[in-house]
């Protein structure tokens, strides 16, 4: 509860603040344009502490003042209609003042691109559960059609990274890419100085190591992963799936000891494995603290705009259009390479680890008709050969190169390349996935969780599509039992059951803790359950 409340106290202390700006900005003397561009944050900032706030709580107090006297005790709670009608009202007045993502050249700041797409968000949960205005799906179709075709003298031309991995790459190395990621939560630096701005987006959810090697970083490896996500991905048997986000979104292997070691899962390893999207080898801030790091979050990107709109439009045509499919289909094409050049080394399989390596072989990569593969071998305390990491996958090839392992004293390892299937696999859907709008919106909904897993999405999606209690009970059973093709949890991952088992109707939605209810006499009922 105490993480909860923290969260709500903090998104209550935004709100004050952008209310303060607010009452205060026109005293100052200033560029008119500049002025009405802070003001449109400040006011789609309040929005959107709302918006956290509404979807946690469900009736919870809308604060359009700033607070002037510590005897502002009571502030009643407002029915979660009257609070998502204020936030339309503040994203709607902002989207006319912030500027143009160009304008800003990054995705860290407020821009007409973000509240656009923030709109459309806005739109679908209210058109779903509990709220269920169905005509909100028409006010979030058009919105993210402004993100998708914006008007020349306004807008920006947003569209997908050509590679899936290079998003999260990018955004652990805080590099910006303002046609994909439309707006993002920044971190700063490793907490070695004053300027506290870092996060924790690596060390909780990134990759697990508990070991000391400064290469890699510390990671708690909080998020795991469940059987019913990885069966999602294609060719669930296969260590490489064709769809390329599977091998970037959940962990391929795990890693240990100092030096540090990476070992490969093996396919019925799925339990085991954690989120992959934030690597904190790729931080370039050094030294490399245990929790704090500048990993960014994504909090809008393009492909979320392109499957809200197909949702929306699905909704509003009650069958799937040529248009929606059309953008479900430019985030599958993405997700299976086929913006990319041809095909390239995705992964090495080590066959045989060999013996007696005092160091790491040397990785050699040759023929097959491309260029530009390079890899690295790793080396376990028994002297063998446990993974070859792909560092650069290179172009081009047309048919399995050779892998050759050299040198580190030891011999007998042996490893073979595993390319991509750009050319040959299919990523449009079938006619089968479009033929109605429920199959189109089934499809939908499994897209949004191959694409946005890990991105603190998919509760609010289960939530408004009145399918958070199914889900949750679909997974225990995955962990207990099963459910072919979705194996049951090792022994050792059992313990992930709690989770799921002890979810009830009642976290739907969050409780107000003693606390802030005894501060605030307005925080009445609590909410059902708790």
């Known amino acids: 509860m105490e993480g909860t409340t923290n969260a709500g106290v903090h998104w209550y202390d935004g709100i004050n603040r952008a209310n303060f700006l607010l009452a205060n900005a026109d005293k100052v003397d200033m560029d008119e344009g500049e002025l009405a561009a802070i003001k449109g944050e400040a006011l789609f900032l309040r929005a959107f502490f709302h918006l956290l706030l509404v979807s946690n709580w469900g009736d919870v107090p809308l604060m359009l003042e700033p607070i002037s006297s510590a005897d502002q005790t009571v502030a009643p709670r407002i029915a979660a209609r009257e609070v998502y009608e204020q936030i339309l009202a503040d994203m709607k007045q902002a989207e006319a003042m912030v500027k143009t993502i160009a304008e800003i050249g990054h995705g860290g700041r407020v821009s007409k691109s973000a509240v656009r797409g923030m709109l459309a968000r806005v739109c679908l949960y ?9 005509s909100k799906y028409n006010e979030a179709r058009d919105w993210a059609k402004k993100v998708i075709d914006p008007a020349p003298e306004d807008g920006f031309q947003h569209d997908l990274n050509p590679s899936y991995q290079q998003v999260f790459m990018n955004m652990c190395q805080d590099r910006y890419d303002i046609k994909e990621s439309i707006w993002e939560v920044e971190f700063y630096g490793n907490s070695a100085d004053a300027f506290q701005e870092n996060g924790r987006v690596g060390s909780n959810n990134g990759i697990a190591y508990s070991g000391e ?4 970083g510390y990671s708690y490896g909080f998020i795991q992963v469940t059987g019913r996500l990885w069966h999602l991905y294609d060719d669930a048997a296969s260590l490489l799936s064709s769809d390329e986000r599977r091998e970037w979104a959940i ?3 795990r890693i240990t000891g100092t030096p540090a070691v990476e070992i490969p899962f ?4 799925i339990y085991e494995r954690t989120s992959g999207k934030w690597r904190r080898e790729l931080e370039l801030v050094t030294p490399k603290n245990k929790n704090a790091g500048p990993i960014n979050f994504p909090l809008l990107r393009f492909s979320d705009v392109l499957l809200m709109f197909a949702e929306a439009d699905n909704m509003v045509n009650q069958e799937p259009s040529d248009e929606a499919v059309e953008a479900v289909n430019r985030v599958r094409r ?3 390479g086929k913006y990319l050049p041809h095909e390239s080394v995705r992964m090495v399989q080590v066959l045989n680890g060999g013996t007696g390596y005092t160091s790491a072989p040397t990785v050699t990569i040759t023929g097959g008709g491309g260029t530009g593969a390079a890899g690295k071998a790793f080396v376990n305390a028994n002297g063998t050969v446990t993974r070859v990491k792909i560092i650069e996958e290179g172009s081009n090839y047309t ?6 392992l050299t040198g580190g004293g030891g011999s007998g390892a042996e490893a073979i390349a595993l390319l991509s299937t750009r050319q040959t696999s299919n990523a449009d859907l079938t006619n089968d996935q479009t033929a109605t709008q429920e199959s189109f919106q089934e499809l939908i909904e499994d897209e949004r969780a191959r694409e946005l897993c890990f991105e603190t999405l998919r509760k609010h999606d289960l939530i408004r599509w009145g399918k958070f209690m199914i889900n949750m009970k679909r997974i225990e059973n995955d962990f207990i039992n099963g459910d072919f093709p979705v194996p049951r949890a090792s022994s050792s991952t059992a313990y992930g059951v709690l989770g799921f088992q002890n979810a009830s109707p009642r976290d739907m939605l969050w409780p107000f803790s003693p606390r802030e209810m005894a501060l605030n006499r307005g925080l009445t009922p609590q909410n059902p359950g708790w």
């Open 126 to 134: 209210m058109a779903g559960e509990p709220i269920n205005d169905s």
């Open 213 to 216: 090697d400064e290469t890699y």
């Open 251 to 253: 962990a391929p292997y």
């Open 266 to 269: 093996t396919t019925t390893q």
């Open 334 to 336: 993405r997700a299976y």
């Open 399 to 404: 048919s399995t190169p050779i892998i050759a």
